[in-house]
């Protein structure tokens, strides 16, 4: 049975205080419904997506703060739009990405 990562995750803005770490696919041949590919990090509330629309397209990079509410969208700030963009972007990714197609990197503070 596959498993869509969303299944794990009540809800985007209630984060686990103690996952600090990247969710990316397994290999560089699998990509969402819409051939997009995604890589997710999370530090306490600080996020950061990679974003690939398809493939051999340029990657965007997001740098989300969740308490102060800023965006940086590759290296540049942002406002109300790109956090909406950020949104729907990560949410389509737990809501599409196959657990048996990712990878979980913890960092080495998170293992402690």
């Known amino acids: 049975m596959l498993t869509k990562i969303n299944e794990y ?28 590919r995604m890589a997710l990090g999370i530090d306490d509330g600080h996020w950061v997506l990679v974003y690939q629309k398809e493939a051999k397209s340029t990657f965007q990079l997001f740098e989300y703060d969740l308490q102060g509410q800023k965006i940086f969208v590759d ?7 790109d956090i909406k963009y950020f949104k729907r972007l990560v949410k389509y990714f737990l ?18």
């Open 75 to 81: 290296k540049k700030s942002g406002g109300l739009e």
């Open 9 to 36: 995750v009540e809800k985007f803005d209630l984060i686990d205080k103690n996952f600090i770490g990247t969710i990316a696919f397994r290999s560089e041949e699998v990509s969402l419904p819409d051939g997009s």
């Open 95 to 112: 809501s599409n990405a196959l657990v048996e197609e990712l990878v979980t990197i913890l960092s080495a503070q998170a293992k402690t």
